[in-house]
């Protein structure tokens, strides 16, 4: 088991290496410049020299570089060029929405896809596994944004139970920032509770017809508990993967629900630093993206070994 | 049982009070910084102009110059030297007190060799700044400048103390009626009443600017009531929607954003005047303002605002006629037509308009190739390095009619004749002269075809019945709530 986390964990510090490496070189070729951009329609040329020099633009790439990465190895990830604060606590405050957010949503998926999958599945083939496959169907189809849009519509503007957008920030409350992220977390859940309770449904179907299972029954269980007992477990290796697949999808790829939504989380603040430039910011946040990817690979594998013991024991050998 | 009743209802008023002397307004772009002295983003002073910070004059709602810091000035004969004297008792939000010496470091900042300050050039005929006592200030001119006072009370010249200057970005300290309170980047900004401010007691007691991004989500957040007024309202296309319900109000008015289909001056075909003559008389302004402003919006045949007092209607000069454009285009031996590439930023005027062009344009033979960009490659390609045949922008800078006469400006208008009117303008001092010098300004460009003048950009006002003193328009961009009030909530 030791071993097994080890190799996992050198093989991340490398990918993170290489990012970083990758990153900065696909930064440097973008074109545009952030002084030029806060300027604007001035074009004011020698402001924006000034400006550059304040930014520590003028440096050679090579010592950017160098103090970049030796920068967040001490947890120092520089200071953003628009907002003129530390890339951290910026960063730091998007996180406090857009983690929870992911983990609501994931929340909110899991609880309505393994039920459904698992129910579908041991009724497979009868009208409750096509009813619930169809919605299954919808739910993939549909784009997150239109539902969303539907969801502000009914409960916002028309029924006013929650508001239609912003975030109040964790000082005003754990309640109010769930009832403020509760639309936008089922906007993000519903698409990802349909594909994974797809996912569900046909890893629960493939362990149906293991041996094992019919050993069970042959012991006495009745269905439902051999599936439960012996089936559950090991149809979760795959909805794991895409579980993990999801959280990183979810952490930054739900910009255009946090626009909907005005939250002010990690995509909007991504999308915004390209839109101006704030390249620091851009860099910061891509390398903490690739960490947040790797690490989840790392908990996902790790998981895998918990759920799956044959992992274990194969790799302490 | 009389000191109860006293006792529950000051209680009670001040509920009443707190509970809606408040406003929530919507914010499409989120100001960069909250620094109005670096940088040109226009979010800025939306946030700040009026509220934090004060210059020496101030620029009300429909463009003239008012008292601001300084309560009266003397202009020399020769128009170069202004004497202003400032306001007494006037604090900064940290408790220092105003002094004529901040006019000088904040002016003496702005054109400082290292200056960040996007519009530099209003500083740069200032030779002497001096400090006659703690209440006035002479500022001397290398000569007479017509905009000068006008242009310090743009919110690039606001007075700063040295004391906290360089932390303006994040924790602005100004003189203004509201103080900053906090920001939650991507969230909302607050500003708190200044009980301490010289003026006027503002009536608000609390402001929130919310960043809504997305333009639905403005009219959802309207309509959920989670925010009282929208200012800027980001989508014409659901204006109408308010229209029909009493709870709202609907203020359409003028920005300072002359629309233009720039065009490169220097670049063949375009250097042609029958080329650029051709092009104005194949634009359909109504077509284009009902298309893509859905009606909201000003046609000009000038760059210049409808609603300055020194603006002429010269949409007639080039009068939408495909039969005159295709015989100019005949006259340039064009007449089979060419390709040209239409280069957009982002903003959705842009875009809309963008296509409508294109086809307009198509009529006559001319091949659209539309190539939508981010402002960053827009600045880089279009602004700086002038790669491009045509774009779509709207300058908001107020009467900036002067940038025609910078020969290495984007469109690349090379005239003496305009330049020297310029000039004259800058020295005049005389009302009625530069009046005429203007109207002779704008004429000039409209004739020449510079560029496609194509209309005036609306601002779209939202808010709740109610709430009252809000701008109708955007001479420049502020969102002054010193004036704002909420109907019923003080009493």
Avoid at chain 1, 253 to 259: A, R, T, V
Avoid at chain 2, 253 to 278: C, H, M, Q, S, Y
Wanted: charged share 20%.
């Amino acid at each position: 088991m030791i071993h097994f986390v080890l190799k996992r964990l050198a093989s991340l510090v490398l990918t993170l290496l290489v990012a970083t490496g990758v990153i900065f070189i696909m930064i440097e070729v973008v074109p545009g410049d952030p002084a030029a951009y806060m300027m604007g329609l001035s074009n004011n040329a020698e402001a924006a020299d000034a400006l550059r020099s304040q930014m520590g633009l003028d440096a050679p790439a090579w010592d950017r570089y160098k103090s970049w990465v030796s920068g967040m190895i001490a947890g120092d990830f520089g200071i953003s060029y628009t907002y003129r604060i530390p890339v951290s606590e910026l960063v730091g405050d998007r996180m406090m929405v857009s983690v929870p957010l992911t983990i609501y949503a994931l929340i909110l998926s899991t609880i309505i896809a393994i039920p459904v999958g698992v129910i579908a599945a041991s009724k497979r083939g009868s009208i409750v596994d096509t009813g619930l496959m169809g919605f299954a169907q919808i739910g993939v189809a549909i784009p997150n944004f239109w539902f969303a849009i539907l969801l502000v519509l009914l409960f916002s503007t028309s029924l006013q139970w929650f508001s239609a957008g912003g975030f109040p920030g964790w000082d005003a409350g754990i309640v109010e920032c769930l009832k403020a992220l509760t639309l936008p977390a089922i906007s993000l859940a519903l698409p990802q509770a349909a594909i994974l309770s797809r996912v569900m449904r046909t890893s629960m179907l493939d362990v149906m017809n293991e041996d094992y299972i019919r050993t069970a029954r042959a012991k006495g269980l009745t269905k439902r508990q051999a599936l439960i007992r012996h089936g559950l477990r090991n149809a979760m290796i795959p909805v794991l993967t895409i579980l993990g697949l999801q959280f990183s999808f979810l952490l930054a790829g739900g910009i255009i629900i946090e626009s909907i939504f005005s939250l002010p989380g990690l995509g909007r603040l991504v999308f915004q630093s390209i839109a101006q430039r704030d390249l620091i910011v851009v860099k910061s946040i891509v390398t903490l993206l690739v960490f947040a990817v790797v690490m989840i690979t790392f908990i996902v594998d790790m998981a895998y070994a918990v759920v799956d013991p044959r992992l274990r024991e194969g790799n302490s050998k | 049982m009389r000191i109860l009743i006293i006792l529950l209802s000051i209680i009670f008023c001040h509920n009443s009070a707190s509970a809606q002397s408040k406003i929530s307004l919507g914010l499409q772009l989120e100001p960069p910084n909250l620094d109005p002295t670096s940088g040109a983003a226009a979010a800025i002073d939306e946030v700040v102009y009026g509220n934090i910070f004060e210059g020496l004059v101030k620029i009300d709602q429909n463009g003239n110059i008012k008292p601001g810091l300084a309560l009266y000035w003397e202009i020399s004969s020769d128009r170069r030297s202004y004497v202003f004297h400032l306001a007494e008792g006037v604090t900064f939000h940290d408790g220092t007190l105003f002094h004529a010496n901040d006019v000088k470091y904040s002016f003496n900042r702005a054109r400082a060799v290292n200056s960040t300050n996007a519009k530099k050039y209003i500083f740069a005929p200032i030779t002497n700044i001096d400090v006659f006592d703690a209440l006035t200030v002479m500022i001397s001119l290398d000569n007479a400048r017509t905009d000068f006072l006008f242009n310090i009370g743009l919110g690039d010249a606001v007075i700063v103390s040295e004391k906290t200057a360089s932390e303006n970005a994040f924790n602005p300290v100004g003189t203004g009626p509201f103080m900053f309170k906090d920001w939650v980047r991507g969230d909302r900004i607050s500003l708190v009443r200044n009980d301490n401010y010289w003026g006027d007691a503002p009536r608000l007691e609390r402001v929130d600017f919310k960043i809504i991004t997305d333009p639905l989500s403005a009219y959802t957040a309207m309509k959920a009531g989670d925010i009282d007024a929208f200012p800027n309202y980001p989508a014409p296309e659901n204006l109408f929607l308010f229209n029909n319900d009493p709870s709202y109000e609907v203020i359409v008015g003028l920005t300072a954003g002359e629309t233009i289909l720039g065009t490169n001056n220097k670049k063949a075909p375009f250097d042609n005047i029958l080329v650029r003559k051709a092009m104005a008389h194949a634009i359909n302004r109504q077509e284009l303002i009902d298309g893509a402003m859905f009606g909201n919006a000003a046609p000009i045949g000038s760059h210049f605002a409808p609603d300055h007092p020194d603006y002429i209607d010269l949409t007639g000069i080039f009068p939408h006629d495909l039969d005159k454009a295709r015989a100019f285009l005949k006259e340039a031996g064009l007449e089979k037509g060419f390709t040209a590439s239409l280069k957009l930023p982002p903003p959705i005027y842009a875009r809309r308009t963008g296509e409508l062009i294109a086809h307009q344009l198509g009529k006559i033979g001319i091949d659209v190739e539309i190539e939508n960009m981010e402002w960053a490659q827009w600045i880089d390609q279009v602004l700086r390095n002038k790669n491009f045949d045509l774009t779509i922008v709207s300058h908001v800078e107020p009467v900036d009619i002067n940038i025609y006469a910078n020969p290495n400006y984007y469109f690349g208008y090379d005239n003496e004749d305009f330049q020297n009117i310029i000039k004259e303008i800058d020295d005049s001092g005389d009302a009625t002269e530069t009046s005429s010098l203007y109207k002779l300004a704008q004429r000039k460009i409209a004739d020449d075809a510079v560029n496609g003048y194509l209309f005036q950009l609306g601002k779209y006002g939202v808010w709740k019945r109610g709430v009252k003193g809000m701008w109708k328009n955007y001479p420049i961009r502020s969102n002054d709530l010193s004036a704002v009030y909420i109907e019923g909530a003080d009493e």
